[in-house]
């Protein structure tokens, strides 16, 4: 989590899926109780180190390592909680104070911690103690997750258990070498992550639709869920049939893998830095596509999911089980997982993130690679649109004040004094000219900022990420390059500075 949404949810406060807590001396039970809280209702994120009225004071630095290894050791000891559970808490500087953030995800499973079930009402963690109350929560999950369902005479032998040491290895590595499953045997990972469950309502015991999806022989997938398929295909020449086609059937891990492949083959990989690091922008699209419409689709429906390239645009399309319909923003964008137990899984291995991040990938990236944004579509069906612009190109024209980032200011401003020496005038002009021709060469996004600011230099990122339609993470990378331009420049402080256009070169 970057600092300017931190900065967000501290000025709204604490709701039904935000808690802060001070945590000066350690991390007490009542952080505890609103993890079991925010399980067993929408899933939220805990602050840790920030005061009720959104005062950040933070937590002793020096103790902050110990707090996130206590903080893991505790949510996965089955003496504290049941069923156990993996979190990944997150340490956050913050004007010179470490916030520890955890992110918790809705769980299928109705947890408890130290044997007391918790529930979330508005800002507060309520006990649960009425047979009532605790069998309608339990009634809640089943009926939503068909993940859930209880498959009683599915056996090991129904299973790939040839994958676990390859998930196992995934988890550790992405967990940067500490994780449970890591100490686990097979039978205690699969239990401890959510796929051998109890049906309350019937009484029967068994590894569960999520199991089954997940690492599932082909043959025993195709008996339990004939109509699951993934349908991979390029229509860019023929387009009433296809020029390429795969039909995937296989378990969600390898699944994953295929599709993965199937775009590395035919999406081209546009060069692109961020923060001077070169990452693959084809890459990060399609993951966010794939593991959408793998991890978050009705697995007992009949509609066959689809991956399909385009010439102009690439789309994906699965049946989901919709609590709204219409477009989906970065603005409007209300997480709700289809499948917790298996996006859970995902995440423990490193091919998700927190719910509701890849909906702002999209987004931020998608412009990057083709210029404009993604749509996303909530209904019975549900869709993910990318266009595709093969003659697009980020544009990384820079001004010689930008170079300096790359090649080194001290090297920079001695080549410059050396040519003003030794170079005739007039190439010297010819040479500005050239430089601040190049440098006014801008993004869509980087005018739209431009235009923004000249008619209200006073507008804050988070205004103009509203505006534009793009992440804030979007707004301050153009930002940063129209800095690096000198084009952009920021006087006064943050909250209350202004924004100033200038032509490369201009004091």
């Given amino acids: 989590m970057n600092v300017n949404t931190l900065e967000s949810i501290l000025t709204i406060g604490e709701t039904i899926a935000v808690e802060f807590k001070r945590c000066g001396n350690g991390i007490g039970h009542d952080t505890y109780e609103t993890v079991c809280a925010f399980l067993n209702r929408f899933g939220g994120d805990i602050f840790m180190g920030v005061k009720d009225d959104g005062t950040v004071i933070g937590v002793p630095e020096k103790?902050?390592?110990?707090?996130?290894?206590n903080f893991i050791s505790v949510v996965s000891n089955p003496d504290n909680f049941t069923p156990t559970i993996y979190l990944e808490p997150e340490r956050i500087e913050y004007e010179g104070h470490t916030v520890i953030h955890v992110h918790v995800p809705p769980s299928a499973e109705v947890h408890s911690y130290k044997k007391i079930i918790y529930d979330r009402v508005d800002d507060a963690d309520v006990k649960v103690t009425a047979t009532s109350q605790i069998a309608g929560m339990y009634i809640r999950k089943q009926n939503i997750f068909t993940e859930k369902r209880i498959y009683p005479y599915a056996t090991?032998?129904?299973l790939r258990l040839d994958l676990l040491p390859r998930v196992r290895q995934m988890a550790v590595n992405h967990a940067m070498g500490i994780h449970p499953w890591k100490d686990m045997d097979d039978v205690e990972l699969l239990r401890s992550s959510g796929l051998y469950g109890v049906d309350h309502a019937t009484g029967q015991s068994g590894y569960n639709l999520a199991a089954i999806m997940l690492l599932g022989k082909d043959e025993v997938i195709q008996d339990i869920v004939p109509a699951y398929v993934t349908d991979a295909l390029v229509r860019k020449i023929n387009i009433d049939r296809y020029d390429d086609r795969e039909i995937i059937k296989t378990n969600l891990i390898e699944s994953y893998d295929l599709l993965m492949e199937f775009a590395r083959k035919h999406l081209l990989d546009k060069f692109f830095l961020e923060d001077a690091n070169r990452i693959?922008?084809?890459?990060?699209?399609?993951?966010?596509?794939l593991v959408n419409t793998l991890i978050h689709r009705e697995m007992t429906s009949s509609f066959i999911a689809k991956f399909v390239i385009q010439k102009d645009r690439m789309y994906v399309e699965n049946a989901s089980r919709a609590l709204k319909d219409g477009m989906i923003t970065p603005d409007n964008l209300e997480p709700n997982p289809k499948n917790p137990i298996i996006a859970a899984f995902f995440r423990n291995i490193g091919y998700s993130d927190q719910l509701g991040s890849g909906v702002r990938n999209l987004f931020?990236?998608?412009?990057?690679?083709?210029?404009k944004n993604p749509e996303l579509i909530e209904g019975d069906?549900?869709?993910?649109?990318?266009?595709?612009d093969d003659e697009y190109s980020f544009d990384y024209e820079i001004s010689s004040e930008a170079a300096g980032e790359f090649t080194g200011r001290d090297t920079l401003k001695t080549t410059q004094k050396t040519t003003q020496k030794t170079t005739p005038k007039t190439t010297q002009k010819t040479t500005q000219k050239t430089t601040h021709k190049q440098s006014k060469k801008l993004t869509p996004?980087?005018?739209?900022?431009?235009?923004?600011v000249r008619i209200n230099p006073n507008i804050t990122q988070i205004q103009l990420a509203e505006q534009i339609g793009i992440t804030r993470d979007g707004i301050r990378y153009a930002i940063r390059n129209l800095k690096s331009k000198g084009i952009l420049e920021r006087t006064g402080s943050r909250k209350n500075g202004s924004w100033i256009r200038r032509c490369p070169g201009e004091k």
């Fill in 280 to 289: 693959s922008l084809r890459n990060v699209i399609s993951r966010e596509m």
């Fill in 364 to 371: 931020k990236y998608t412009n990057f690679y083709s210029g």
């Fill in 445 to 452: 996004t980087e005018r739209k900022i431009l235009e923004a």
């Fill in 156 to 158: 090991l032998d129904d």
């Fill in 63 to 69: 103790a902050a390592p110990d707090m996130v290894k």
């Fill in 381 to 388: 069906i549900f869709r993910i649109i990318v266009p595709l």
